[in-house]
C-alpha cells in the first residue's frame, strides 16, 4: 500500500524505464501503437521480465499479473492450467499466438493448454483485459492474452542457449538461431524440458507411498520471414509441441499406471503490405490439437479397470484486415474472418459390466465468419476514442453482433481518465453442440462490460499508478442440466452472471537500476437464475497481492525477491473439505550474475518459507523447490 501512496510522487531516474511504461505493443487495436495513446488495460510481460523469470514457466509468470489466477500453475508439471481472468470462468478469456487464436475445439470450453508453449520461444506476452470481442471474436470475454513469439533478432548469425536443473530433477534446455541474410530472416528455437516431478495428488496421511508424476516436454519453432521490397513481405511460422507424463486418480488418490500424451502443432502463413498510410494482412492459419489420456485402474480398483481417452481437434483461420490512416489523428481498422472448428472423439472404458463407449465423429463441425471495422481517434485536444463494432455469422445459432466505445482523456501529461463500455460473446463449444448432451439450440454466451480508470504518471514518467474498476454482466449462460423428473441431460442456455471489482497497479523507478511493482485485485461476483443469487466463484480467490523488487546491487549482479498473497476463495462444487479454503503467501527470490558479455548465471528459489497451500483441495502444490542455470547469448 506504500507503493501505491508515494508512487506518484517519486521521479524516476532510470530513461529505460520511461520506455518500459510506453511500450510499443499490437493487441489493444491490432496496429502498431505506444501503450499511451490506448485507453485499455493492457500490461506487457516484456523479453527482459522474462529472462528475469528464466526458472520459471509461463504460467507461472503470468500468475504475478493483475487480475490473474491461474489454477494449476504451481501443482506438478503437466497440470492442465485452468485460467481466470478477473474471475471469470476458464475458456473466457481468448488466447492468441501472434494474434492467431489458437482455442483447441476437442475440449470442453474451447480453451488452450498453456503447456504447450515453452517459454524459450517468446518475445513477450500481451494481456488485454476487457471484453474484446469486437476485434478479437469468442471467447475474449474478460480479455485476450497474445504470446507473441521470437522473431529476428539482427543481421549475421545468432544463437543463444539457456541449460537449468533444479528440484524434482528438472531438467531444462533452449537452443535457440536466428539472423538476417539479405532479405530472408529467421529464428529458429527448440526447448526441453524433463521432470520426475511429484505426486499430483496430495497424501493426506503421509503413509500411502504415492509415486512421482513423470512430466517430458520437447518443443519446436520456426519463425520466418522475406521481404520481397520496401512494400510486401511474407512470414512463415510453425509450432510443434509434445509432452507426454503421468498422473493420479484423483484428489487424494494415487494411480500408478494413468498416462496422458498431448501434442500441438500451429502452422500460419502471412501476407503484408505495408506503406506509409496503411497495412494490411492476409493470413492462413492451421491447428491441430490432441490429447490421449490410457488409464490401466488395476492399481486404484476403481470401478473401471481401464479407460483411454482420445480427442482430437482442427482449427483453420483465414483473415484479411487492415488499418488504414484516413489522416494524421484517425485510423480506420477493419478485417473480415472464416473460423472453421472440428473434433473427432472417442472414449472407452471397461468394468465388470462390460465396455462402456461413446464417441463424437468427424461430423462435429462449425464455420464462423465475421466481418470488423474499429475506427481509432487519437491526440484531438487530449482526447483518444476507439469506437467499433463486429458481425459475427455461425453456421449452427445464426448472427450476432458486438460493440466497443472506448474514450480516455488525457488531462495533463501526467495524469488519464479512460472508459471502456464493450460486449463479448461465447459460442457454444462442439461438444456442448455435438455430444451425447449436445444442444443445437444453443446460442452464445453474451456479456457487457463496464470499465472506469486512472493513470497518473511521475514529471518524466518513469513512475506510474493505474486504478480500474469494471463489471461485468454475462446473460444466457450455457450450463450443464439436468431435468428432475426424467433425469435426461443436456446443456442449455439459463443463467446469469454477475461480476465486478478493481485492480491497483504502480511501477515505481527507485534508482537508476532498481524498481518496485506492485499490483491488488480484487474480485467478487454472483450467478442467478429466475431471481435466486448464488456465490459461484469457485477456486477463485476474491483478493490477491503481487510485489516484485528488482535492484541492481553492484554491476552484473540482480537481486529480486517476489512476494504473493493469495485470499480465501470457495472450494471447488465437487472438491472435498470445508467451504471456504484459506488464504496462502509465497516469497520467491531471484538471483542473477552477468559472468561475461554472453553469460548469465541464475538461481530461482520458490516458496522459500516453504508454505503447505492448496489452489485446489486433494492436489499437491510446489513447497521449496528452485532452479538454477546459465543463459547465454552469441
Known amino acids: 500500500m506504500a507503493a501505491i501512496i508515494i508512487s506518484s510522487q517519486l521521479n524516476a531516474q532510470d530513461s529505460s524505464s520511461v520506455k518500459q511504461l510506453d511500450e510499443v505493443i499490437v493487441t489493444a487495436n491490432r496496429l502498431v501503437q505506444k501503450q499511451s495513446s490506448t485507453g485499455k488495460m493492457i500490461t506487457v510481460i516484456n523479453q527482459e521480465t522474462l529472462l528475469r523469470n528464466a526458472g520459471k514457466t509461463l504460467t507461472e509468470i503470468i500468475n504475478y499479473q493483475a487480475g490473474v489466477f491461474i489454477n494449476g500453475a504451481n501443482n506438478n508439471a503437466g497440470t492442465n492450467?485452468?485460467?481466470?481472468?478477473r474471475g471469470a470462468g476458464s475458456g473466457n478469456t481468448l488466447v492468441l499466438m501472434d494474434g492467431i487464436p489458437v482455442g483447441d475445439p476437442s475440449q470442453i470450453n474451447n480453451g488452450f493448454d498453456l503447456n504447450t508453449i515453452a517459454l524459450g520461444q517468446i518475445e513477450r506476452v500481451e494481456i488485454l483485459k476487457g471484453a474484446q470481442s469486437t476485434l478479437w471474436g469468442s471467447d475474449a470475454v474478460a480479455g485476450v492474452i497474445n504470446i507473441i513469439t521470437k522473431k529476428e533478432n539482427k543481421s549475421g548469425i545468432n544463437s543463444t542457449a539457456l541449460l537449468s536443473y533444479g528440484s524434482y530433477q528438472t531438467l531444462r534446455g533452449n537452443v535457440g538461431l536466428n539472423g538476417r541474410i539479405k532479405k530472408f530472416s529467421y529464428n529458429l528455437d527448440y526447448d526441453f524440458t524433463h521432470s520426475n516431478g511429484f505426486s499430483t495428488a496430495y497424501d493426506s496421511t503421509g503413509k500411502g507411498n504415492f509415486d512421482n508424476d513423470e512430466f517430458k516436454q520437447n518443443n519446436f519453432q520456426a519463425n520466418l520471414r522475406y521481404q520481397f521490397n520496401n512494400n510486401w513481405s511474407v512470414r512463415a511460422l510453425s509450432t510443434i509441441s509434445k509432452y507426454k507424463g503421468a498422473t493420479d486418480a484423483g484428489a487424494f488418490q494415487d494411480d500408478k499406471d494413468f498416462t496422458y500424451e498431448n501434442k500441438s502443432n500451429v502452422n500460419n502463413i502471412e501476407l503484408t503490405y505495408a506503406?506509409?498510410?496503411?497495412?494490411?494482412?492476409?493470413?492462413?492459419?492451421?491447428?491441430?490439437?490432441?490429447?490421449?489420456?490410457?488409464?490401466?485402474?488395476?492399481?486404484?480398483g476403481g470401478f473401471a479397470k481401464y479407460s483411454k481417452g482420445n480427442y482430437n481437434g482442427n482449427t483453420a483461420v483465414t483473415e484479411l484486415f487492415g488499418n488504414f490512416k484516413l489522416n494524421k489523428k484517425l485510423v480506420l481498422v477493419s478485417g473480415l474472418q472464416r473460423l472453421f472448428q472440428q473434433t473427432d472423439q472417442h472414449y472407452l472404458s471397461i468394468s465388470?459390466?462390460?465396455?462402456?463407449?461413446?464417441?463424437?465423429?468427424?461430423?462435429?463441425?462449425?464455420?464462423?465468419y465475421a466481418m470488423y471495422h474499429s475506427l481509432l481517434l487519437t491526440g484531438v485536444g487530449g482526447f483518444d476514442v476507439e469506437a467499433g463494432f463486429r458481425y459475427n455469422h455461425h453456421s449452427i445459432y445464426g448472427a450476432n453482433a458486438t460493440y466497443t466505445f472506448n474514450p480516455s482523456y488525457h488531462i495533463n501529461d501526467l495524469l488519464k481518465i479512460f472508459v471502456n463500455i464493450s460486449s463479448a460473446f461465447k459460442v457454444p463449444s462442439l461438444y456442448q453442440l455435438y455430444s451425447e448432451y449436445g444442444n443445437k439450440n444453443l446460442t452464445p454466451e453474451k456479456s457487457a462490460n463496464y470499465e472506469f480508470g486512472i493513470q497518473v504518471f511521475t514529471k518524466n514518467k518513469g513512475s506510474n499508478f493505474r486504478v480500474a474498476a469494471f463489471k461485468r454482466d454475462i446473460r444466457d449462460l450455457i450450463v450443464f442440466y439436468t431435468n428432475p423428473n426424467t433425469w435426461e441431460s443436456k446443456y442449455i442456455n439459463r443463467d446469469q452472471q454477475h461480476d465486478y471489482g478493481f485492480e491497483l497497479e504502480s511501477t515505481i523507478a527507485l534508482s537508476k537500476k532498481s524498481s518496485w511493482i506492485n499490483n491488488l485485485t480484487y474480485v467478487d461476483g454472483e450467478g442467478e437464475n429466475e431471481g435466486v443469487k448464488t456465490k459461484n466463484l469457485y477456486r477463485r480467490p476474491n483478493f490477491t497481492y503481487n510485489s516484485v523488487f528488482t535492484a541492481e546491487i553492484s554491476k552484473g549482479f540482480t537481486v529480486m525477491p517476489s512476494f504473493r498473497l493469495v485470499g480465501t476463495r470457495l472450494k471447488g462444487l465437487y472438491d472435498a473439505g470445508p467451504d471456504k479454503m484459506p488464504s496462502y503467501y509465497t516469497i520467491d527470490l531471484y538471483l542473477g550474475y552477468q559472468l561475461s558479455k554472453n553469460c548469465r548465471a541464475f538461481i530461482d528459489l520458490r516458496n522459500i518459507t516453504n508454505q503447505q497451500y492448496f489452489d485446489i483441495i486433494g492436489y499437491t502444490s510446489k513447497r521449496f523447490n528452485m532452479m538454477a542455470g546459465l543463459n547465454l547469448a552469441f
Open 275 to 300: 506503406s506509409n498510410n496503411m497495412q494490411v494482412h492476409l493470413s492462413q492459419s492451421f491447428l491441430n490439437a490432441s490429447r490421449v489420456f490410457t488409464d490401466d485402474s488395476a492399481f486404484v
Open 352 to 368: 465388470s459390466f462390460g465396455p462402456y463407449e461413446t464417441a463424437l465423429g468427424d461430423s462435429a463441425k462449425v464455420t464462423n
Open 81 to 85: 492450467p485452468d485460467l481466470y481472468l
